[in-house]
Nanobody
């Protein structure tokens, strides 16, 4: 079973950058695909970026070209570099396995984008 602890969120202005971190506990991590998900108030949780065990990445159209997902298996860490942030990027961000997220989610990390 994997467990996730997200960090790195905060209040930023439009156009700013932010890097989120996800610490993963669980021996299977190196062979598991990982994703970053986000949920804004009143919306469903959505996948924004994913990276598989081979390092192949994919992104939602809304963040493509602005966000970069990476992983360091030796540190059991997953990162989301977010550039050119927009107000619509504001949400609680979570990491979880991908394509099949586990039922147990971390607490997430809040990203607020406001002038």
């Amino acid at each position: 079973q994997l467990q996730f602890v997200e960090s790195g969120g905060g209040l930023v202005q439009p156009g700013d950058s932010l890097t989120l971190s996800c610490s993963v506990r669980g021996a299977l991590f190196p062979i598991v695909g990982m994703g970053w998900y986000r949920q804004a108030p009143g919306t469903q949780r959505e996948l924004v970026a994913a990276i598989n065990s081979d390092g192949i990445t994919k992104y939602s159209d809304s963040v493509k070209g602005r966000f970069t997902v990476s992983r360091v298996d030796t540190k059991y860490m997953v990162y989301l570099q977010m550039n050119s942030l927009k107000p619509e990027d504001a949400a609680v961000y979570y990491c979880n396995s991908e394509p099949n997220p586990l039922n147990s989610w971390g607490q997430g990390t809040q990203v607020t984008v406001s002038a």
